[in-house]
């Protein structure tokens, strides 16, 4: 899945988040699985999660001592859109070289 275009010019971090978390977008993610997608430190990732959830790009769900983030909604396009754009995930590998 996509990030939808009016999301795709936050901040590096931020936008990996996003990315990572439309490729998941049923299952949502806890933190941890996110520090391993975007491959950034706790102080890096902490600030950008911050962030994302004031401008009310995420949503978190806590359930007993699990917490697990989601894309809000509007943040995941529609895959429609994108049918012949590279996903996030190929331009990731592309900018890194994997």
Do not use: C, Q, W
């Not at 990315?19 to 902490?46: H, N, W």
């Amino acid at each position: 899945m996509a990030v939808s275009p009016e999301h795709r010019d936050r901040d590096e971090v931020e936008f990996e988040v996003l990315a990572a978390l439309a490729d998941r977008a049923d299952e949502g993610m806890s933190v941890l699985e996110l520090r391993a997608a975007v491959d950034a430190d706790i102080d890096t990732l902490e600030p950008a999660l911050a962030d994302l959830k004031d401008a009310d790009l995420i949503d978190v769900e806590r359930e007993d001592e699990r917490v697990t983030i989601y894309p809000a909604a509007g943040v995941v396009a529609d895959s429609e859109e994108f049918d012949d754009e590279p996903s996030v995930l190929e331009i990731i590998r592309n900018r890194f070289g994997f």
